[in-house]
T-cell receptor, first 117, second 112 residues
């Protein structure tokens, strides 16, 4: 299957700082990527769709000014959590669709665990 | 609002048994269906995709799709303790978005 990487795998930061998370498709190009957040023992929550060369599409209730998404190339999308607070502590996961079979199949990165002190 | 529903479990089966995981979806027009496995603290990994009615087998895993009943299932034969994880059913929303709609997942516990 396709490989999606994320960096960093974990990050600890102080409240009020900004954190950037990278998502890369390693062996294929992705015009869209997806960003999810998952709190402990809860299901995945789609935050936004990252679109190469254009603005991201945010899900209802997700603050676009707080979660900045940039998709500057066909293999890289970044999520920046601005002015992070303890309630932003979560597991952030990206995915990218890869053409396989009858439709695109989404492959997930390994995730980034963010802890805000 | 398109929905995907799964029993949250936990589903407990003895080692060597067949585990049966079920999922229903609300959008009759859905065409693409996926099963992902997620170990605690890890990201989801793809197990199988299925697009046509009937069964699709891959090793110990069999996905079953019934579009008339809007039902998709995953059977795991010869269950192993290493299969213990949360299994996520996902349905492609369709159209140009390529978004997946996930169920809440079923926690499977395989008892040695």
């Amino acid at each position: 299957g396709a490989v999606v990487s994320q960096h960093p795998s974990w990050v600890i930061c102080k409240s009020g700082t900004s954190v950037k998370i990278e998502c890369r498709s390693l062996d294929f190009q992705a015009t869209t990527m997806f960003w999810y957040r998952q709190f402990p023992k809860q299901s995945l929550m789609l935050m936004a769709t990252s679109n190469e060369g254009s603005k991201a599409t945010y899900e209802q209730g997700v603050e676009k000014d707080k979660f900045l998404i940039n998709h500057a190339s066909l293999t890289l999308s970044t999520l920046t959590v601005t002015s992070a607070h303890p309630e932003d502590s979560s597991f952030y996961i990206c995915s990218a669709p890869f053409p396989a079979g009858e439709s695109d199949t989404q492959y997930f990165g390994p995730g980034t665990r963010l802890t805000v002190l | 609002q398109k929905e995907v529903e799964q029993n949250s479990g936990p589903l407990s089966v003895p080692e060597g048994a067949i585990a049966s995981l079920n999922c229903t979806y609300s959008d009759r027009g859905s065409q693409s269906f996926f099963w992902y496995r997620q170990y605690s603290g890890k990201s989801p990994e793809l197990i199988m995709s299925i697009y046509s009615n009937g069964d699709k087998e891959d090793g110990r895993f069999t996905a079953q799709l019934n579009k008339a009943s809007q039902y998709v299932s995953l059977l795991i034969r010869d269950s192993q303790p290493s299969d213990s994880a949360t299994y996520l059913c996902a349905v492609n929303e369709g159209g140009a978005t390529n978004k997946l709609i996930f169920g809440t997942g079923t926690l499977l516990a395989v008892q040695p």
